[in-house]
């Protein structure tokens, strides 16, 4: 029998009975989250498949694998990290989650449906191991760990969001891609003010040796993410080729773009202490940042 104790311990671990909601930036991207969704019954499906080689779509298809399988593991970790921030009483953060995991659901049933339109399926595990790898590299139940790992993962969305955007082989296609930017980039602006805030705990309770221990210790988890983005780019050489893609190019982006945003948070949770605020423009990441 589970005793009523025991039963308290669990709730008090879940429930607040008034959660305060005073972390205002993240209550902000809250809103945002709420007030910008949109839905794959919004994209015109009907707009002509421009005359594309079989070939290309071929290959556009095995180049968009990666795609489909990030969103919906993307889909699995976040909602996983729900319960661990209830757990945390940082019931803002749940708030945006619950928004973000909608965001990953809808982009799944958006490339779910372009595979449709193209007529083709996805590689197999079987015959893309690496892309399954590299996500099993993300996952974690420490929230800053597995915002490190998603921090690569939305990194590499948002640039191949962008190249396809700039690319503009099907007007569908762009559509969804300028769509999927604008939540990648809230996404990574949540990263940035978590990590912020975990941050300036970090200094203010811990000290300064121990918040720099722990982000060499996240330094080393986003240098171990990004190894996984390699393999998969490699397993799909010719075809990036074939669709205009850069591997080197997307290669040293991933690194250095998440690099100096995990840089740029870490210094945002150390400024945190002595007063300095995130400005409003700095919750919102561009592809360049």
């Known amino acids: 029998m589970v005793s009523l104790r025991q039963v308290n311990i669990v709730l008090m671990n879940i429930y607040k009975v008034l959660p305060d909601l005073t972390n205002e930036r993240q209550m902000r991207l809250w809103y ?16 002509a498949m421009p005359n594309i080689k079989k070939s290309k779509l071929d290959d556009l298809a095995k180049v968009l694998t990666p795609v489909l399988t990030g969103e919906q593991s993307a889909l699995y970790s976040v ?21 973000w995991a909608v965001d990953e659901a809808r982009h799944t049933e958006l490339f779910t449906r372009y595979f449709h339109r193209l007529n083709r ?7 893309f191991p690496s892309g399954y790898l ?16 998603v921090l690569v993962s939305e990194t590499l969305a948002q640039i191949v969001s962008h190249e396809f955007r700039e690319l503009d082989f099907d007007p569908v296609l762009s559509e969804i891609c300028a769509g999927i930017l604008d939540d990648e980039a809230r996404h990574l602006g949540f990263n940035h003010v978590y990590m912020c805030d975990r941050f300036k705990e970090i200094y203010e309770k811990d000290g300064v040796e121990k918040a720099e221990t ?11 993410v990004c190894e996984g983005v390699a393999p998969i ?10 669709i205009g893609m850069d591997r080197e190019k997307i290669i040293y982006e991933v690194d250095n773009i998440t690099k100096r945003r995990l840089e740029k948070s870490i210094l945002a949770g150390r400024k945190a202490t002595e007063g300095e605020k995130i400005k409003d ?7 360049g940042e």
């Open 32 to 47: 945002q989250g709420i007030n910008k969704q949109w839905s794959a019954e919004d994209i015109d499906w009907k707009k």
């Open 79 to 99: 909602t996983g990290l729900i319960p661990v921030l209830g757990h945390r009483s940082e019931v803002e953060g749940q708030f945006f989650l619950t928004t």
């Open 121 to 127: 399926e996805p590689l197999s595990i079987r015959r």
């Open 134 to 149: 590299f996500q099993s590299r993300i996952i974690s139940k420490d929230p800053v760990e597995w915002l490190t790992g």
């Open 214 to 224: 722990f982000a060499a210790h996240l330094e080393k988890r986003r240098l171990y």
């Open 233 to 242: 780019l490699d397993a799909l050489k010719d075809e990036l080729v074939s």
């Open 281 to 287: 423009e700095d919750m919102i990441v561009a592809v």
